[in-house]
């Protein structure tokens, strides 16, 4: 059950990631960090559209973490990338060449290599006050890195730090949804007692906040491929620190556990220099963007 809600976020997400680049691309260079880069995103019907499936997959998320661990759900939403290269191809009639294909099974590939190679089991540890301090510092250290790296640098390299520090606080915000969830399991209002729902909403928020500077930064192929391999890899450190999930790290895994990395890291530079959706803008004809018609991919005129 935990694998398929898993593969049915990793396609929302996918589909959230198009509606969501194509609301906020065209925004005003100086709204990047801005809260009226939300403003303007919210006035734009694809980015709503975006917004809905977000919840949908939210909620896939949600299920996925009540009935798998945190190290096997996250890692499954790689298969995000494959989706992503094959909407893309479909939506705005491109021919997909090689490189976005071996770009995104190497990483999706590279990444279930390194599951299998782990084998990661659940734990048993619950953690108190003082493990969820260290942890969120970290966090919120990492974050602040990835964002301050995101002012120097190309476009692309924008777009890949701003979507890093929104994979970050998205792996914290799925370590507090699998607390909540577990909250849940008691008395249903017992979750509104604890701060972990609160925790869960400010992360959230400030995950779809970064995101949102990824897409409007630049390619949508570079942030994609660092939300989609920092944020497993992220969830798997906080799933050990926090769960007590375990890990299979002896001396000849730990060698070919290093190779799928790299393998993965690989497949996400791969996207991140492709050229399929260099620019991809939506005119006010928002619905004909949606459809998909050869004439979606514009740029909007001043």
């Not at 890990?247 to 790299?262: D, G, K, S, W």
């Amino acid at each position: 059950m935990a694998y398929a809600l898993a593969v049915g976020a990793a396609l929302a997400n996918a589909l959230t990631t198009i509606l969501q680049r194509l609301g906020v691309e065209s925004a005003p260079p100086e709204d990047s960090l801005r809260l009226s880069l939300i403003s303007y995103a919210i006035r734009r019907k694809v980015w709503l559209a975006g917004f809905g499936v977000m919840i949908v997959a939210f909620l896939f998320q949600a299920s996925a973490l009540h009935f798998g661990t945190l190290t096997v759900v996250q890692p499954i939403l790689t298969l995000e990338l494959p989706f992503l290269v094959a909407i893309l191809g479909f939506w705005f009639h491109r021919r997909l060449t090689w490189r976005e294909w071996t770009g995104a099974f190497a990483a999706a590939g590279g990444l279930a290599a390194f599951l299998v190679l782990a084998d990661p089991s659940p734990g048993t540890r619950t953690p108190d006050l003082g493990d969820w301090g260290l942890v969120a510092v970290a966090v919120v250290g990492s974050t602040a890195l990835a964002v301050g790296l995101a002012h120097w640098g190309p476009p692309a390299w924008k777009a890949a730090m701003f979507g890093a520090s929104g994979a970050i606080m998205f792996a914290f915000t799925a370590s507090t949804i699998k607390q909540v969830t577990a909250d849940l399991s008691h008395q249903w209002y017992s979750v509104f007692l604890h701060w972990h729902l609160y925790a869960m909403a400010v992360a959230g928020l400030l995950g779809v906040f970064l995101t949102q500077n990824a897409f409007h930064a630049g390619p949508v192929t570079a942030s994609q491929a660092t939300l989609v391999i920092v944020d497993p890899l992220a969830s798997i450190a906080i799933g050990t620190g926090l769960f007590g999930d375990r890990v299979n790290t002896t001396p000849v895994r730990l060698a070919f556990e290093i190779v799928a990395i790299l393998v993965l890291c690989s497949g996400g530079l791969f996207l991140s220099r492709s050229p399929l959706v260099a620019t991809v803008k939506a005119d006010d004809g928002d619905a004909a963007a949606v459809r998909g018609s050869p004439s979606a991919p514009q740029e909007r005129n001043p």
